[in-house]
């Protein structure tokens, strides 16, 4: 039986890595029993200029009967003043809370042969391999009332609301400490408690769940400030971090930044465990749409192809086939083939095309 | 006629360090003329333990009339689990909100002699001079509704909510624009305005108030997450940035950081002018109460000499005293003398007493 597959390539750069993907799929099918049945859909300002929206109703549904959704990236500084609800990021931001991705896990690893392209010191950086699990469909980006009121005197204010229950900490506690378990066995915990009760509220769940069912883990926590300090510092002190959305959006970011390799990193979106054993699961780069330099030709595909990669692994259950992937990109780089977001010093600056039937080629 | 100078010196390290800006003050009483009506009060877990409160009324209407209040650092380990409204952080939190303290001037500038210290390498971090200008009376650190609710099923909830008015915004942009004209003339406005609608009218408050009152500056703007990154990925690219309580805390802690130097850096919050052409303003290290080097005798008090130098220049209008201290913080500094935090090879290892005389003897 072939897996359901839905593939939302969105804007900017995300058409044209999603192409290289395209390629490997066809020679895994060709050459390595690979059966899917996959559906290709516009969202973000794509879906915006031909439907009138950020991401069609049928297109939340057909992700959530897919067995995963290989996403791109959304974003487009041409759609970023029409309104607030025609934002090209509603589309990924709809499909997290409707499918319930809960939890958005963000390696930040340094590849060995990329150690120059990082801006942090080589002695400080070298080894990097942590784990941002980041709360994706609760706190600040989903609470209520938010809006922007204007006042009797015609003045304006701008509200957003932070809310975050036990039961949504807990379960994204669960999945850190439970990665922890396969990794290093530690998890920090990221917040703000001084200054907000929905910090503290987090610290105290995640002590609780602690106590009662990962005592075996070490756990730690940290404020929201003093963490993106010391991921500069001596990123390497962490193993698993787990936090909020706002404070994920953030942290993570800066330290895939840390690994000088942006370009290079994916990420995995899970929703809880169905009554079939199955899940809802999205699989998505960590850059963004880059739409200084889409439709060039020059945007690095890896991370777009390693993403497919974990999708193999995670939601198909072929480790084997995302192996090849993952050793074949190894490899691209171990010839020196670079992308000019990776580039360093006697290298080989490649373009996408060129970068994606290597890792094709290999 | 004596200045009226309020000293808070708090918890931790404060003490330590706020001794040494001690004996700066008793030396410039004898030989510059200076004369200070200084009245020094507890805050924090120092004022908790005796007087059961973070800080008093009378404490904050003292700061409110003093010229000037030197501020240490407050957090204590000990009083975190106590309760939320007596965490020794509420002093500096009050201090702010009721003296209006609006606009905190957070410098991140690298110390040449410093460069080794800095995880970033040298060649990204050399010349490094931003300053954040962060909005402190406002955001999710003060907005209502917040707290823990307790629902009907036993679970919890934790709400905090995030609003900004138009004259919130306004006028710290305002700060920031004139602080621009006198550096290099560029503003960067970071909010996240593709999910949070307070974000997206602090953009269009400060895209206004530019087109009206400062179109000469050079404005851009930029998202939180991607501003974290580019902070690290090539943080001489910015000169001013303003932004919001929240994100302010974050960035400001992690360019400080870039620096190599966090022990360093001193800062400054203001009020709006007040009629009589004054206002009140604050004056503390960037870094924290450090509880666990506390009481060693190593912390570094070069940020708390160097806040007091600001409050020389800011507050009392005497640039000739900022000058005599900032120059000789530079000297000790080349002399090779280096506290802990900011030791590397080949330099001489002191103390937090030895640094502040050896400043004193410059
Ligand atoms: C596109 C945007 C809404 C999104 C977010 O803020 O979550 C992005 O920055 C991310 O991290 O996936
Ligand atoms: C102590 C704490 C409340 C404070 C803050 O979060 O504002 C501190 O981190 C700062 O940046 O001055």
Redesign the interface.
Known sequence: DAYKLLVLAGDGIGPEVMREVARIVHWMSAHRGLKLDITEELVGAASLAVHGVPIRDEVIELARQSDAVLFGSV?DPAW?HVS?DK?P?VAI?KLRKELELFANLRPAKLFDALIDAS???PE?VRGLDLMIVRETVGG??F?EP???ET?FDG?????????????EIERVARVAFDLARKRDNRVCSVE???????????KE?VTDIHKREYPDVQLSHML???C??QL???PNQFDVIVTGN??G???S??A???TGS?GMLPSATLAPLRADGKRNALYEPIH?SAPDIAGKGIANPLAQILSFAMLLRYSLNRAEDADLIETAVSNVLASGLRTGDIMSPGMARVGTEMMGQAVLRE
Chains 1, 2 share one sequence.
């Open positions: 974003g970023s607030f934002r990021e931001l801006a942090l010191k400080v600040i980006y609470g938010r809006g922007i006042l003045s304006r204010r701008g509200i957003n609301t932070e809310v975050y229950t036990t039961s703000k408690c001084n200054v907000m009760e929905s910090g503290l509220l987090w769940v929201a400030d003093n993106a300090m500069v510092r001596d706002l404070f959006d953030i942290l970011d800066l895939s930044m840390l942006l963004g």
